[in-house]
RNA sequence: UGCCUUGUUGUGUAAUGGUAGCACAGCAGAUUCUGGUUCUGUUUGUCUGGGUUCGAAUCCUAGCAAGGCAACCA
């Protein structure tokens, strides 16, 4: 149990919010949702499950300048993709003329005061948290004046920066966030939502912990850097006497080897590093999705890294633990050679074709089985083979034998090679004792290979991925250098390999292991005339 | 150098005054027609110094370290 499922479960125990649990998960439309917002959509909704309560899923929409309805939709695909469904939609923009009811009251009530001052003069007079800031000399007008200005702010009549409304906490606070804070700034832009209809608009501490009083949230769960801004939340809670909502901070997910800031990734995208958001190398949801992970291992994963409060770095190796141990249950198997060499059994009949049984999925019987061409001439794996073979390698090799998996056993005899050395084809010879499934088919080999039939392989394009950074901590610039200079040349490899002839985009299952190389899924550029495969993982070496 | 938060194996996370546990990673072995899976075993830890207590990761105290905060961003 967590920390903040403590704290829920004391509450419920003391009947607080009628024992109700009530969170939101509330993003800002301004980009695309990463891993470490699943930590945070897992945390709201589980815990909403958890307690039998209710999760909204609320968009923090009070900045016109950098948000856009693209964002909205993708960050609902997403949520709906790990599996979570939100109770109610909302908007912080639906509550734009609550909030300027409220700003009027906290105006009459002598609790804010339109201010003249230039950014620059406002940032002045706030200090430096050592020392107390200094107060506006616009800070005493009276509330007619502070109505009337805020009413012409609302009407348009003042240019962007020229004025703004702060609320009266004080200036000497060691807290800068509450030193007299901006709620409003005159801002004609167009909203994604409202249109023209508004030219101030809300600032977060005068639009966040308000939305969650409306909606009615119990928990409104954030990270860690909001915790200096809690004061304020409950400044404004206190002032409008509206339901007080309980903020809680945790520490938000890092993982090494990746950035995860939007701003970033943005940055990724517009310059091309990556082929965009969905880039399977991102740490996006939508990149997750494409590059194969499912809903089930991400889920798994925000579970497995917890919740507390302190700085976290997690290795990427859990989440690709968390994408194999969901992968290795529910992957179709099969076999593909993604760098072949040809494997010629020289002494199977020239035109034969056997059709063997292979199993779909050894952990799941159900998956059934599916029938394999079996040729004298074959592609197997340029790994595989090796002249010179140590102790620890115990694949094929000459004078070596090494099973097919699901046909025979074979025994290496010689090379051909072209006149650079580089090997062109193996022979070898096979048992036809040792069929697989045969009475004599038990005996013990060191290894077993997959392959296809060079006759009937069908040709595919797979990329292999590797991590984005070469870096561990690509975003660390203490040395100088940008998270641009850690990207990885290598990240993406393609390669022009064989898979089984079965397999078509069209009854292409959503997920494949290929047989001792790893966990793959068709791409979205995939066409009927060329397939295209993603490495999601390759399996633990 | 003000205020806030946090320090538990390599990485995360439990233990709420009573045997420092779990997962990942690592290492060793067993099984295996995937060098996968599964199974077994195993190395490594309470930031430091004092104090309270029969007993401290936990409480007190003094340090130290890390992170956050001085946007008309969220």
Redesign the pocket.
């Known amino acids: 149990?967590?920390?903040i499922e403590?704290i829920i479960e004391k509450d419920i125990e003391n009947r607080k919010n009628d024992a109700k649990v009530h969170t939101r998960f509330p993003p800002?439309p301004n980009g695309y949702l990463h891993i470490g917002h699943a930590k945070s959509i897992c945390l709201n909704f589980g815990l909403a499950k958890k307690y039998n309560g209710l999760c909204n899923l609320r968009f923090?929409d009070?900045?016109p300048v950098?948000e856009d309805v693209e964002y909205v939709d993708s960050i609902k695909e997403d949520i709906q993709w790990l599996g979570f469904q939100w109770a109610e939609e909302h908007y912080a923009s639906d509550y734009f003329e609550q909030l300027y009811i409220w700003a009027e009251d906290l105006i009459q009530r002598g609790l804010a005061y339109v201010d003249d001052?230039?950014?620059e003069e406002?940032?002045a007079g706030?200090g430096?948290?050592?020392k107390p800031g200094t107060e506006s000399p616009y800070r005493n007008r009276t509330v007619e004046e502070n109505l009337d200005l805020f009413r012409r702010m609302r009407a348009g009549e003042f240019a962007?920066?020229t004025k703004?409304l702060r609320a009266k906490t004080g200036m000497s606070s060691?807290?800068?966030?509450m030193r007299d804070p901006?709620m409003y700034?005159?801002l004609h832009t167009a909203h994604h939502r409202t249109g023209d209809q508004w030219c101030i608009?809300p600032?977060?501490d005068y639009a966040?912990g308000q939305s969650d009083s409306i909606e009615g949230i119990t928990h409104s769960i954030c990270t860690?850097?909001?915790?200096?801004?809690r004061p304020l939340y409950d400044w404004f809670c206190e002032a409008l006497q509206i339901h007080h909502p309980q903020q809680i901070e945790f520490?938000r997910l890092n993982l090494n080897y990746t950035i995860m800031s939007k701003r970033k990734l943005m940055q990724l995208v517009q310059e091309k590093h990556v082929m965009g958001w969905d880039d399977p190398r991102m740490p996006t949801i939508c990149g997750l999705r494409r590059r194969g992970y499912t809903p089930q291992s991400i889920r798994n994963f925000a579970e497995?890294?917890?919740?507390?409060?302190?700085?976290?770095?997690?290795?990427v190796?859990?989440l690709e633990?968390c994408a194999?141990?969901d992968l290795?249950k529910v992957a179709t198997?099969t076999m593909a050679v993604l760098d072949p060499v040809k494997l010629i059994i020289d002494n199977y009949p020239d035109h034969q074709t056997e059709e063997l049984n292979a199993v779909n999925n050894?952990?799941n019987p159900e998956a059934g089985t599916r029938i394999v061409p079996f040729t004298k001439e074959l592609w197997i794996e340029r790994a595989d083979f090796r002249e010179e073979a140590d102790k620890?390698?115990?694949?094929l090799t000459i004078g070596k034998e090494v099973?097919l998996?699901?046909a025979y056993i074979i025994c290496c005899t010689h090379v051909d090679k072209d006149e650079n050395g580089n090997i062109t084809a193996i022979h070898a010879t096979y048992d036809p004792a040792t069929?697989?499934?045969s009475a004599e088919?038990n005996r013990k080999v060191k290894?077993?290979?997959h392959w296809l039939s060079v006759h009937h392989a069908k040709e595919a394009e797979i990329r292999l991925f590797d991590r984005l950074f070469d870096s561990s901590a690509p975003d660390d610039n203490e040395d100088g250098t940008s998270f641009i200079d850690h990207l990885n040349p290598n990240s993406l490899i393609v390669q022009h390999g064989w898979i089984e002839e079965n397999l078509t985009l069209e009854n292409a299952e959503p997920h494949y292991?290929f047989?001792?190389i790893g966990y793959f899924c068709v791409d979205k550029e995939a066409t009927p005339q060329k397939i295209v495969f993603n490495k999601t993982v390759s399996?633990?070496?």
């Open positions: 149990m967590n920390f403590e800002e923090d009070t900045n950098k001052q230039t950014q406002i940032s706030r430096v948290p050592t962007d920066g703004v060691p807290n800068m966030h901006i700034r005159i608009y600032m977060y966040h860690l850097e909001f915790e200096v801004h520490a497995t890294v917890g919740i507390a409060k302190r700085d976290n770095i997690i290795d190796s859990l633990f194999r141990e290795n198997r050894p952990e620890k390698f115990f694949r099973r998996k699901y069929k697989s499934g088919s290894a077993t290979i292991q047989e001792r399996l633990k070496q």
